[in-house]
């Protein structure tokens, strides 16, 4: 058989691996969109390189957009074939490929004026919502732990990941005669003693692994001092400078994490009297689905609903949906907490809170995730002084700080950690993705170091034989 690695090669964005089996039967492991390059995104985006109508089954990691996004494109462009992915995954998805589409379609409008005053054509978005609403019949749920026979060939078992609701490894054992080949996908991986979500679990051998990568360079901070972090960027914004403390979040995942170290602070009576929007359409869906798969809660917060039955909630959280709402907050003269999407800054209402807010000093933008290098969020933190906001030059005066405990992402400690429950001398070949090339080159070296010798860096469209 033979694997082709189709995105997110020496980057974070675009997961998408290509598996044909000696039979012919393609499988599509992750469709995720590619983020974060402007112009250059939207290209490599429309340039799958397959054709989705030969695609007969996609096994999807995680919700994430950029593992998902490009769902509804391959949809709109032949694909007829089976969408399989956990519970909690498909219900994530309902809403997020919507509200992809939705942006798509708002982008390509705003695109389609200038391109009109410099008497251009228009161009068409990716997709729209309809796109994305129509995908969905594609989706069949498959819980943990429960095997998915693919035509006497091919048998998925999902293996929780930890990394954000419902995200799973996925498991693969494939026959081809009397040989069976058992491959591995690790998707994202999570971290560990985390405050919402169960820890990453063992799964069961494989001969071969494709590993995310996304800090194999690093180590986290714990959990505990996020928390603490967290309130003091509280306590020095809202207290002492009387400022907004804008927190730019992934809606699905990160956002949870934060309004619940929130809601713990609070009921610990540690917050100040201060009040917390979360102002993104999409975060209040998720949360309102986290609250339905409560399977995948560890039993730390099962422990603490017990006494605060809404982890997601307290008197001054306040859920925003409205655009009028919104912009509201950015007239507000009292401190407050306005968490918004999205994580790395480059959409979402967030960039409409930045553009009012980042030339005051009494403001503070707390990063608490990744930022892909060229992206709105990597400039701002790396500290550069000027930044363009919807076209608009703006002097970044705001204070920024930075939390990297909170991150969705396991370090390289975690993601060694993860891969324990594998004998190196049974595998043989780790396949490195979803990483910045530096990083990936760092991570193999530390992998070489604990034992895991057989590791290789794959690059864009590189194709294996298994």
């Not at 089976?82 to 379609?105: E, F, H, K, N, S």
Request: glycine share 8%.
């Amino acid at each position: 058989m033979k694997l082709q690695f189709m995105g997110a090669t020496r980057e974070v964005t675009g997961s998408k691996h290509l598996l044909t089996t000696r039979s012919g039967l393609k499988i599509l492991l992750d469709c995720g969109m590619y983020q974060g390059k402007g112009l250059e995104t939207d290209a490599m985006n429309r340039d799958l390189g397959f054709d989705p109508s030969e695609v007969d089954y996609l096994i999807l990691s995680h919700a994430h957009i950029d593992h998902s996004g490009l769902i509804p494109y391959i949809y709109k462009n032949g694909f007829r074939g089976t969408v399989l992915c956990t519970p909690a995954t498909r219900d994530l998805c309902a809403i997020m490929l919507a509200d992809a589409g939705r942006i798509q379609m708002q982008d390509t409008y705003t695109f389609n004026k200038k391109r009109k005053a410099q008497g251009l054509e228009p161009v068409e978005p990716i997709y729209d919502e309809q796109d994305a609403q129509q995908c969905m019949s594609c989706f069949i749920s498959v819980p943990y732990h429960k095997k998915f026979n693919i035509e006497g060939e091919v048998t998925v078992e999902f293996f929780d990941a930890g990394h954000i609701l419902g995200s799973a490894l996925v498991y693969l054992e494939i026959k081809e005669g009397r040989r069976t080949v058992r491959l591995g996908f690790t998707g994202d991986i999570g971290r560990y003693d985390k405050q919402i979500l169960k820890d990453p679990e063992p799964f069961p051998q494989v001969d071969y692994l494709i590993m995310e990568s996304t800090y194999g360079d690093r180590l986290h901070e714990t959990l505990q001092n996020a928390e603490q972090e967290l309130l003091m960027a509280v306590l020095d914004t809202c207290t002492k400078k009387k400022g907004k403390l804008i927190i730019p979040s992934f809606a699905i995942g990160r956002a949870q994490e934060i309004i619940y170290a929130l809601d713990r602070l609070e009921h610990a009576k540690l917050l100040p009297d201060i009040d917390v929007f979360v102002d993104s359409p999409l975060s209040v869906s998720a949360t309102n689905i986290m609250r339905l798969h409560t399977e995948c809660f560890n039993e730390a917060i099962g422990e603490y609903c017990k006494t605060d039955p809404d982890p997601f909630g307290f008197d001054r959280l306040h859920y925003i949906q409205s655009v009028m709402e919104s912009k509201q907050l950015n007239i507000r003269h009292k401190p407050c907490v306005i968490i918004a999407a999205s994580g790395m800054m480059e959409a979402g209402r967030v960039k409409h809170h930045l553009a009012n807010h980042i030339e005051n000093p009494s403001t503070t933008v707390l990063c608490v995730g990744y930022c892909e290098p060229s992206t709105l969020g990597a400039k701002i933190m790396r500290g550069d002084k000027t930044v363009s906001i919807f076209g608009q030059t703006h002097s970044v005066r705001a204070e920024l700080r930075r939390i990297e405990g909170l991150s969705g992402h396991g370090d390289y400690g975690e993601m060694i950690r993860y891969i324990s429950c594998q004998d190196p001398k049974r595998m043989k070949q780790i396949f490195l993705v979803h990483g910045e090339a530096e990083t990936q080159q760092h991570f193999a070296v530390t992998l070489g170091e604990a034992g895991w010798k057989a590791v290789s860096i794959p690059e864009f469209r590189e194709e294996v034989t298994l």
